[in-house]
């Protein structure tokens, strides 16, 4: 075999390993064994979110939903800018639990939404994704008695 050929397909297997194996917007949820009602869990989740500076998208008690919106957050300057966000909060009341979902997305100029990344409290979620939405898990934990 040429050698240009054999790099090319090491190359190609290597390339194709790493992004089968990398997933960034499968749904990563967060589960909280929860008893409390439907009302509270609105209740609750939404006073969260908006002390955390998130705006609130939905809230419906009829299918147990809230969603909250978080903008965008830039530090730093020139070639230290860092943007962190802007965030999805999605929490589901499942019965016995919330099922909490987490997004970085993208809103394009045609109104669209698309996901880049999904978070979780693992060590896959950076700790300046974590503080933009730590606080309202650590609430609705407390809120449970978890």
Same mark, same amino acid.
């Given at each position: ?11 190609? /297997? ?8 990398? %997933? ?13 009602? %439907? ?17 609130? /998208?939905?809230?419906? /008690?009829?299918?147990? %939903? ?24 999605? /929490? ?21 939404? %698309? ?32």
């Amino acid at each position: 075999m040429k050698p240009v050929f054999l790099f090319l397909l090491l190359l190609t /297997a290597a390339l194709g390993q790493g992004c089968s194996s990398f %997933k960034p917007r499968m749904p990563r949820p967060i589960t909280v064994p929860c008893g409390v009602s %439907k009302d509270e869990f609105i209740r609750t989740t939404t006073q969260l979110l908006q002390q955390s500076g998130y705006q609130i /998208a939905e809230a419906d /008690a009829g299918i147990g %939903k809230v969603q909250g919106n978080h903008v965008p957050v830039y530090t730093g300057l020139g070639e230290n800018l860092q943007v962190n966000g802007p965030y999805v909060f999605e /929490a589901n009341y499942a019965g016995d639990n919330i099922i909490v979902n987490v997004f970085v997305v993208l809103r394009e100029q045609n109104g669209r939404v %698309k996901v880049l990344r999904t978070l979780d409290e693992t060590g896959n979620t950076s700790e300046n994704d974590k503080r933009y939405f730590a606080p309202v898990l650590n609430g609705l934990r407390q809120l449970c008695g978890k």
